[in-house]
């Protein structure tokens, strides 16, 4: 399996350069803005290389361990759904309404496929509510994926997080190596994007890089769910569930639109103040290792009120960071990628 991550990590690195001169030729930019994190345009659309990545992955792997994931094609039909509506998007804004639509068929799709490996709620509620209510909260994790993908290498290294802790806590579990490969393979090819992504970025995600993205591990992190991992899976991605629920929760109370573009999460408030993109993702980074930690102990046996408390300490700790902070002196403000709602 390593040598298959490595060809994974590898392939993604290779592609997200290629597509990097296409953009570039295609003159697809991100054009700076007051309402973004970054000063010159820099090419947006990266999700060209590490979706296709991961799906061939995906599909090579069922191959060559004889399995394919269970709802898989309905999955891939949402997927490419998305990716090719996100595409679009990144070329010309579409209407909210037709991507929530977007959205809606797709992890539909996701969730039919799936069938009663989605129930994360242990038989306690009908299996309709049950999907209701993923469906709605799978919903919400794609769009708070997309709304946090805001400066240079932050989706990129939570990917990785989110994704490799997923895959430790599936081994740590024995829930099979399907799920850990699945995971695994995610993480290698955000892995391979970082190169390019990481301040100051030569490539920025898109919108068909951030939501697929956030389909895909939403989906892997209903099936850890669904395995009774509730508490892994809720650890795992906690620091962008706080920041993107908090701020946009806040903007809802003002009667602001959620869609638009803005400045407001606690990560772009470490930006505006002075500190380097670079800075604020290694401390997204140090704080998602702990929350792996703290899922990979959760699965062991840690009591999950005791583990998730102490997940919700430290993402308090990073959100305080990154809101009152004060930057060394020498930091400097990099580029980074568009400013997200």
């Known amino acids: 399996m390593l040598g298959m991550l490595l060809v994974v990590t590898l392939s993604s690195w290779a592609a997200s350069g290629a597509v990097l001169r296409l953009l570039q030729r295609w003159q697809v930019f991100d054009q700076p803005n007051h309402r973004s994190s970054h000063e010159i345009a820099t090419p947006r659309g990266g999700g060209l290389a590490v979706v296709p990545v991961i799906v061939l992955a995906w599909i090579g792997g069922g191959l060559a361990f004889g399995t394919i994931p269970t709802g898989f094609w309905p999955l891939l039909g949402g997927l490419l759904l998305l990716a090719?509506?996100?595409?679009?998007?990144?070329?010309?804004?579409?209407?909210?309404?037709?991507?929530?639509?977007?959205?809606?068929?797709?992890?539909?799709?996701?969730?039919?496929?799936?069938?009663?490996?989605?129930?994360?709620?242990?038989?306690?509620?009908?299996a309709l509510l049950d999907h209701l209510i993923v469906g709605l909260l799978w919903i919400w994790f794609i769009n708070l994926f997309n709304f946090m993908d805001g400066i240079d290498g932050i989706t990129a290294v939570e990917s990785v997080a989110v994704a490799g802790g997923i895959a430790l806590c599936a081994a740590l579990a024995s829930l099979g190596s399907d799920l850990v490969f699945w995971s695994a393979s995610l993480a290698a090819a955000a892995l391979?994007?970082?190169?390019?992504?990481?301040a100051p970025a030569r490539i920025f995600l898109g919108d068909v890089g951030s939501v697929p993205l956030g389909y895909l591990l939403g989906w892997l992190l209903i099936l850890l769910a669904g395995t009774g991992q509730w508490a892994a899976a809720l650890i795992l991605p906690l620091y962008y569930l706080a920041d993107a629920t908090w701020t946009l929760g806040r903007r809802a109370l003002r009667g602001e639109a959620l869609w638009r573009a803005h400045r407001e999460h606690f990560y772009q408030q470490a930006v505006q103040r002075g500190f380097s993109h670079a800075a604020v993702s290694s401390r997204i980074l140090v704080c998602n290792m702990v929350l792996a930690g703290l899922a990979l102990a959760a699965v062991a046996g840690l009591a999950w009120p005791v583990a998730l408390g102490l997940a919700c300490l430290a993402v308090a700790v990073l959100l305080f960071m990154l809101a009152k902070q004060d930057p060394p002196a020498q930091n400097s403000r990099d580029r980074g990628e568009n400013g997200s709602p």
């Open 192 to 198: 391979g994007f970082v190169w390019w992504n990481w």
């Open 84 to 126: 090719a509506v996100s595409w679009l998007d990144d070329l010309r804004s579409l209407p909210a309404g037709l991507r929530l639509a977007v959205q809606i068929t797709a992890v539909a799709l996701g969730l039919w496929g799936s069938g009663g490996d989605a129930l994360i709620f242990g038989g306690i509620l009908p």
